[in-house]
């Protein structure tokens, strides 16, 4: 079994392969610390992968910089997923992070939305005004 979206969908018999396969030994089965121990496994395989990757674009010369991405709202998403040429990243806020300068240079730099704030007019009346805004604001760490 590949790593599964939904694990809460699987049938016991697959978790406890899931669990066979990744070594993970429970003392006694219960649904759902076998589902957090395989979330554990995966994300801590991704982090071995990623941690990896890094250290290859560092031996080719590619230009990294450390930065911390932040949050932007109590209902933003704990992460920036961003797509270049194929490779896909997730990149955790909040945490210092060593990112590719052309993936911040180019995706991140044009990732803008539009938000609408108040502005009151002479007349006091309140008109709703757009900007753009940078969808995911970070800061370079030194």
Known sequence: MSKITNLWSQKDSEIQGELDRLKIKLEKYNRKEAINAIKLAYVAGEVRETRDHVKDMKDKGIDLRKVIFHS???????????????????????????????????????????????????????????????????????
């Not at 911040?104 to 757009?130: F, H, Q």
């Open 72 to 142: 932007i709202g109590e209902q933003d998403i704990p992460y920036v997923f961003v797509g270049h040429n194929g490779r896909g990243y997730y990149i955790p806020k909040e945490v210092e992070v060593e990112v590719p300068f052309y993936i911040l240079n180019s995706c991140i730099k044009d990732a803008v939305e539009d938000r609408l704030y108040p502005a009151t007019m002479r007349d006091g009346s309140i008109e709703w005004k757009s900007r753009k805004v940078q969808r995911y604001p970070y800061s370079y760490v030194e």
